[in-house]
């Protein structure tokens, strides 16, 4: 009987490659999704429950119905300016309904989760790279909300032995060649996608949010990895679990940084569209840098990043968009 994995959140833009790479290494995949923020055609295999994790009864019907042997959890809203305006809903759903999900896998008796967390906990880097010990001083909502989950999994596995690993994103990018696995927030708020928007004339032009800032040319720097190195990271990860690893937490980056212009110049030479710029004020709650230190993964998950180069990122993620857009 081949292996079961539950992909909560699997009809978005991580969690729909996560399930892609699931059924190409030979597993069984149950996607579980409300489809606020996800897209039903964006399930190409496996089965697909539409539930929501606000309603334990979904849960438990799923784990009924399922042999699940381990869960991924991907179904968190991700937006920090949201999060500032309306923290309750951040709470809510990242911390309330995470909650539900962990108390079904204990009441079944699932032990194995990957969560996804996030570089929002570290808030203010102290130093560059960001190791997994850095202080954790998250600066919004979105980022307390994803820290409180990491400590609540410590404290399940101590009472109820739930093993997890939580893999704290830097900044995701770049497409599967499948134009049903593309980047398709609404709104959209991550940098690659929108300056693409402009290439495409589907928006007049990209703001960049401040350009005073300490970094060498004024803007701030991010540390971005390809969507399918990030999802090549969780199968190791839930591989380590299965073969008996322990819990643990890991940073997940490419270990170098790009500047909001280097993003759009980049751009600009892959798509050659000038894509206009207008400067804005600062955003609140953004930091200069933000850089991964990687080498944890790197070393005990033996997991080693495909697609480092942000050429390649923007180029993966720019056919992908002319490809759903002509």
């Not at 704290?168 to 708020?189: I, V």
């Not at 230190?293 to 697609?307: E, S, V």
């Amino acid at each position: 009987m081949r292996t079961t994995i539950l992909v909560v959140g699997g009809a978005g833009y991580i969690g729909a490659n996560m399930v892609n790479k699931l059924l190409n290494a030979g597993y069984s995949v149950i996607t579980f999704d409300n489809l606020s923020h996800g897209y039903r055609d964006a399930v190409i295999g496996g089965e697909f429950i539409r539930g929501d994790l606000h309603h334990p009864t979904d849960l438990a019907q799923v784990f009924k119905q399922y042999q699940i042997d381990g869960v991924m959890h991907f179904a968190s809203f991700i937006e920090v300016g949201e999060s500032l305006i309306n923290p309750g809903k951040y709470y809510q759903n990242n911390v309330a309904a995470t909650l539900n999900l962990l108390d079904a896998m204990v009441a079944h008796q699932v032990s194995n989760l990957i969560f996804s967390s996030s570089a929002a906990i570290f808030g203010e880097p102290h130093y560059l790279p960001i190791d997994e010990q850095h202080p954790k001083q998250p600066i919004n909502p979105y980022g307390l909300s994803k820290w409180m989950i990491e400590q609540i999994l410590a404290d399940y596995e101590r009472a109820y032995q739930l093993k997890s690993i939580c893999l704290r994103y830097f900044n995701a990018a770049g497409a599967a060649p499948d134009p049903r696995l593309r980047e398709r927030h609404h709104p959209e708020t991550h940098l690659i996608p929108l300056v693409l928007q402009v290439a495409a004339g589907q928006r007049p032009h990209i703001t960049i949010f401040g350009e005073d800032y300490p970094t060498f040319d004024g803007s701030c720097i991010r540390d971005y990895i390809h969507v399918d190195d990030l999802c090549q990271a969780h199968l190791l990860a839930l591989q380590h679990l299965f073969q008996g690893g322990p819990s643990a937490a890991y940073n997940l980056g490419n270990g170098q940084g790009f500047s909001v212009k280097q993003v759009i110049d980049t751009a600009r030479q892959i798509t050659r569209h000038p894509i206009p710029t207008v400067l804005g004020n600062r955003r609140i709650g953004d930091p200069a840098s933000l850089i991964a230190d990687a080498r944890l993964a790197i070393t005990q998950l033996h997991w080693q990043p495909r697609y480092p180069e942000l050429a390649t990122l923007i180029d993966h993620a720019w056919q992908v968009h002319t490809h759903n857009t002509l």
